[in-house]
Nanobody
């Protein structure tokens, strides 16, 4: 069983910054990739950023240059540093852990609200 725990988030003003952290724990052989998704009010869940086992990173077009994903392979953690936040970044953010040879695991989500 794998546990995925997110932390961070909260309220920020437009132009502000927030950091999200995610940690995977439990019994598993390895992690292929870690990613952040989000679900904005009234919308479907969408990918935000992903980092794979080689360290390659990919971002959604609307967060490129503003968000940075970082992974610590030794600690099985991933972070999302969000800068120059916009009101449209308001969403519940979810951490996804793609475990080697088994199913994917999701965190329960952490809320980010960007408002003046």
């Amino acid at each position: 069983q794998v546990q995925v725990m997110e932390s961070g988030g909260g309220l920020a003003q437009p132009g502000g910054s927030l950091r999200l952290d995610c940690a995977a724990s439990g019994r598993f052989r390895g992690i292929d990739a870690m990613a952040w998704y989000r679900r904005a009010p009234g919308k479907e869940r969408e990918p935000v950023a992903v980092v794979d086992s080689s360290g390659e990173k990919n971002y959604a077009d609307d967060v490129k240059g503003r968000f940075t994903i970082s992974r610590d392979r030794a600690r099985n953690t991933v972070s999302l540093q969000m800068t120059n936040l916009k009101t449209e970044d308001t969403a519940v953010y979810y951490c996804l852990v793609i475990v080697t040879g088994t199913v994917d695991y999701w965190g329960k989500g952490t809320r980010v609200t960007v408002s003046s």
